[in-house]
């Protein structure tokens, strides 16, 4: 079965400990990774786009990077702003749809 | 400026009273779907839409229905609520089902 596993589920850091989170998928050929963000209560924020092993994408303190396996969404120098949950998706083989991670909460202290 | 709204934002109704939750894109998207955000299960498919007229099943679709009579507006009809549709609910439309999906702001929807 095609999954996607976010990890971890929630993540606390200082003002500006940088750190990285993970998108993990199984996967029969993967057309495309997504990453967003999603504010309480509010509908995800389309943040990236990758497509092959190897592609990097950067907005701000954020840089979101794939291998075959893999993604990983680098937070460098957080502020209290960029705390919000983290949603990955992928499409996966034909399908046309986005199967969604569970997420990683993130929180940044001041 | 680009968008897909949904209404109404919140919404508390009592089971069994038919509800209509509105969706309309200003995109020119050809794809709308919509998902439930259930807290430790994440986003899951409802229904999506290739076209005008063209819907099928995702991952949930028990109790919902859905209709494309127009390529910008999208509907979530619930004809019977249970309270075991309580949820927050959003509205998404890509250019494609696997290209970049951009969604509304949500409904919590609260049947009792």
């Known amino acids: 079965e095609d999954q996607v596993t976010q990890s971890p589920e929630a993540l606390r850091l200082q003002e500006g400990e940088s750190s990285s989170l993970n998108c993990s998928y199984t996967?029969?050929?993967?057309?495309?990774l997504f990453w967003y963000r999603q504010d309480p209560g509010k509908g995800p924020e389309f943040l990236f786009t990758?497509?092959?092993a190897g592609e990097e994408k950067e907005k701000e303190r954020l840089k979101a990077t794939l291998t075959k396996k893999e993604s990983f969404l680098h937070i460098t120098a957080p502020k209290p702003e960029d705390s919000a949950t983290y949603l990955c998706?992928?499409?996966?083989?034909?399908?046309?749809?986005?199967?969604f991670g569970q997420g990683t909460r993130l929180t940044i202290n001041p | 400026e680009a968008q897909v709204t949904q209404n109404p934002r919140y919404l508390i109704t009592v089971t069994g009273k038919k509800l209509t939750v509105t969706c309309s894109q200003n995109?020119?998207?050809?794809?709308m779907s919509w998902y439930r955000q259930d807290p430790g299960l994440g986003l899951r498919q409802i229904y999506y839409?290739?076209?005008?007229?063209?819907?099928d099943k995702g991952d949930v679709p028990e109790g919902y229905k859905v209709s494309r009579k127009e390529k910008r507006n999208f509907p979530l009809i619930l004809e019977s609520p249970s309270p075991n549709q309580t949820s927050l609910y959003f509205c998404?439309?890509?250019?494609?089902?696997?290209?970049?999906?951009?969604f509304g702001q949500g409904t919590r929807l609260t049947v009792v």
């Open positions: 998404a439309s890509s250019y494609r089902g696997n290209t970049e999906a951009f």
């Open positions: 996967v029969s050929g993967l057309r495309g």
């Open positions: 990758l497509y092959s």
């Open positions: 998706a992928a499409t996966l083989g034909g399908a046309q749809k986005l199967v």
């Open positions: 995109m020119n998207h050809e794809y």
């Open positions: 839409s290739m076209n005008v007229e063209v819907t």
